[in-house]
């Protein structure tokens, strides 16, 4: 079945620092690609979406590319902020399968000190 | 913006309690989704539905009932709940099962 990786289950950064995270997927076919945001005490809500690949999601300062040939997906900005601490999950949709909906990676903690 | 809201947003009841979790979205949605947050496991599925009268089974749903009684709400149900179930639960909505899902903002449930 569809799965996502995501090794870092913890990453701790200063303010400008650059942030990368991991993220692997196995699926049969052409999957839709999200990158989610959980801040504390709110539910998780979509960062940014990319559904061909080679294409760029963008959105607040993060980007994220995914490559079909390595089966990656990783998330990226260049300069973080105290803001950006929040947990990160990698999120796989498969367009073959939609009936199972998305499948979440365990996620990725953020921590930016100032 | 979609607009996903849960109640209560705390709830503390015993082993063996009834419990009820509500959920609405007021998006036109078709697919309503719930799910479990566990520390180690990330978000599971427990049960989803893609319209009023539908249920459809997820990942994780031993012990647990779910029921759309219209497209707004979907209710999830602990009829004798236990310990293990103790976690924050989240209620999802979207227009189809690939496309984003908007999350409300979580049930906070403790089992005693």
């Known amino acids: 079945g569809d799965s996502v990786t995501q090794m870092q289950g913890q990453v701790t950064l200063s303010e400008d620092d650059f942030l990368f995270i991991n993220c692997t997927y196995s699926t049969t076919w052409y999957p839709t690609l999200f990158w989610y945001v959980q801040y504390p005490g709110e539910g998780p809500q979509l960062l940014l979406k990319v559904t061909t690949a080679n294409n760029k999601g963008i959105s607040r300062g993060f980007e994220a590319t995914y490559d079909k040939r390595t089966t990656s997906f990783h998330l990226q900005k260049a300069s973080v902020q105290e803001s950006d601490s929040a947990v990160y999950y990698c999120?796989?949709?498969?367009?073959?399968?939609?009936?199972?909906?998305?499948?979440f990676g365990l996620g990725t903690r953020v921590s930016v000190f100032p | 913006e979609a607009a996903v809201t849960q109640s209560p947003r705390n709830k503390v009841t015993v082993t063996g309690g009834n419990v009820t979790l509500s959920c609405r979205q007021t998006?036109?949605?078709?697919?309503m989704y719930w799910y479990r947050q566990d520390t180690g496991h990330g978000l599971r599925l427990i049960h989803y539905s893609y319209g009023a009268g539908n249920l459809q089974i997820g990942d994780v749903p031993d012990g647990y009932k779910a029921t759309r009684t219209t497209q707004e709400d979907f209710f999830l149900l602990l009829e004798l709940a236990s310990p293990s179930q103790t976690s924050l639960y989240f209620c999802?909505?979207?227009?189809?099962?690939?496309?984003?899902?908007?999350f409300g903002p979580g049930t906070r449930l403790t089992v005693l």
């Open positions: 999120v796989l949709g498969d367009r073959n399968n939609y009936a199972q909906g998305l499948t």
């Open positions: 998006n036109s949605h078709n697919y």
């Open positions: 999802a909505s979207s227009d189809a099962a690939i496309y984003e899902q908007y």
